[in-house]
Structures are given as C-alpha cells and as structure tokens.
C-alpha cells in the first residue's frame, strides 16, 4: 500500500447505540491496519430511507450536507452500515448524474452556507479492505489464520442492491465479502440466503414473516456446513444475532449460529482479543465455535 487511506467516517445511527461493538471494533481494526479514518462531528442522520419515501428532497438536502463536509475534508466516506451506504449512495447518484437536481439542492443548502459539488464516493468496510486496502496487504496482516473456521457470509440487500448506484460487487454473484473471508484463512460456505434479505425490512411491519425469514438464512447456512456467519450489515446482524432465539421458537429447533461483524472477524486474525473485539455483547455466543477452532 503506497499511501495512507483516510476516510470521513460515518458509522450511522445503530453502530452507535445498538451495534456499539461493531463501532468501536472498526476504530480499533482500522488503527491497527493504518487505516485513518476522521470523525464527522456536524453529520446527520441519513435517514434510512424513511426520509426518502417521504420527502424525496429533503431526503437529498440531508444527505448531501454529509456529503459536502466529507468534500471540505477532502476525503470520501466511508460507513459501517449498509442501509446508510444505500442511502448515501443513492442519493450521491441522482446529485451527480442530474445537474439541475444539484443546482436546487446547493439552494437549500445555501440557506446553511454549505455547497456540494458532487465529487464525494460512498464507501463501506467491505469496499475498503477489498480495494483500497487490498487483499494483499490484509493477508500480511493475518497472524492468526481463521483457518478451521466455516463462515457463511451474508452481504445483506443493501450492500448489493442498487446495483447501479453501488456499483461494486454483482448483487447476484459478489465476491468481495467471500474474498475477505478467505485471505483470513478461513472456508467460505456456499449457500442459497447469503445474497438475500435477512427481514429487517419487515420487522416493524409482520414480525413473524420477518422471524421466518431470519430463521431460514441462518438454517441455510448451517445446513451448507457453516459453523459461524459473517454480515457487513449492522442492521443485518441485529435480526441474525438477536432475533435467534425468536427463530429457534418458531422453528422448534436449536440453530446456535454465531454471527460476527465484519471487524471483528479481521480484528481475530490479526491477532486482538475476543475482549477487545467486545464479543460478549452478542446474544449468541461464539465461544465454543472459536475454542473449537483453536483461536481463543
């Protein structure tokens, strides 16, 4: 890696008060990678796409001040949340491909002296360590190969899709997140959910279609062989961790699937701790799936 990497971080709502440990455990990676990334104190929520099916202009007004601090930084953004990354990105996609719709939204922002002139890129994580990092560079950082752990990994939809204003991985055939697992040392584990929606979408609206649909891409993946899951989605994480035991109730059945951050997967093969990577704030343990797998 020629250069150092610094991002405008956004970390998004619910990696600061649900999924703290998938924050704070970025923070601690990417320090430890080289990896800077600069906080974004006058930034707002995004608003995860609630906002967008609302308002669609204020949606756009939201979104490009974040965009237009990162801008005055210098820096593109980087985000530990897909839903934030969809949002982000699609908006960042009609701003830049429609200048009259740039020219009205600087208008509204003209009201705060703040401008936006639609040289920002969206990033996530995964993006990051996949590209600008590099996989190279990540497998000399592994000191303590994942090599007997079976990972099934779940992109999450917002990760993926819309594809044309994500624009990196295929959302029928994506490779980064495999790629990452695997120069960790780790298998990866082919299986049918793992591009599919999680339920979060659904939660607030039929909890039990959602606890289904939790419940079947968790039992795809231990069904594949996998012993653990790995999302770059807190949102993801949320209804595959914590919505578990729910879907072991409905389905009359023990899953006992671990589900890891990205971070936290690479924070293990670079040698931190389960305690520092803060694992015991999953609802599912992965203690005995690492035991087993002689890495803690």
């Not at 801008?71 to 491909?97: F, H, K, P, W, Y």
């Not at 040392?185 to 607030?204: N, S, W």
């Not at 589900?259 to 343990?285: D, K, N, P, W, Y």
Request: hydrophobic share 40%; glycine share 6%.
């Amino acid at each position: 890696m020629s250069k150092t990497l610094k991002y405008a971080y956004y970390p998004g709502c619910a990696s600061q008060a649900i999924t703290k440990e998938a924050n704070s455990t970025t923070l601690k990676v990417a320090k430890a990678l080289g990896i800077e990334l600069y906080d974004m104190p006058k930034a707002n929520c995004c608003g995860a796409g609630l906002v967008t099916d609302y308002d669609y202009d204020l949606s756009l007004a939201l979104n490009s001040r974040i965009f237009a601090q990162a801008e005055e930084m210098g820096m593109d953004i980087m985000t530990i949340c897909s839903t934030c990354l969809m949002v982000m990105s699609t908006a960042n996609r009609d701003l830049q491909n429609d200048t009259e719709l740039l020219k009205r939204t600087n208008e509204v922002l003209a009201c705060a002296d703040i401008r936006y002139n639609g040289t920002v890129k969206i990033k996530q994580l995964l993006w990051v360590l996949a590209e600008d990092y590099g996989l190279d560079n990540l497998k000399k950082k592994v000191v303590k190969p994942l090599k007997n752990l079976k990972i099934a990994p779940f992109y999450g939809c917002h990760s993926l899709r819309p594809s044309d204003a994500l624009g990196f991985d295929d959302p029928e055939r994506p490779w980064s997140l495999d790629a990452v697992i695997t120069t960790l040392g780790a298998e990866t584990v082919e299986y049918d959910g793992k591009t599919k929606c999680c339920g979060f979408q659904m939660d607030l609206i039929t909890e039990d279609t959602a606890v289904e649909m939790t419940g079947k891409r968790l039992l795809d993946a231990k069904n594949e062989g996998g012993n653990c899951m790995v999302t770059p989605c807190p949102f993801c994480h949320i209804n595959l961790d914590n919505y578990q035991g729910m879907a072991e109730k409905k389905l009359n059945l023990k899953i006992g699937m671990p589900v890891f951050h990205l971070a936290q997967l690479v924070g293990l093969a670079i040698g931190m701790t389960a305690e520092e990577l803060e694992l015991s704030r999953h609802l599912v343990s992965a203690r005995d799936v690492l035991k087993e797998s002689l890495i803690v």
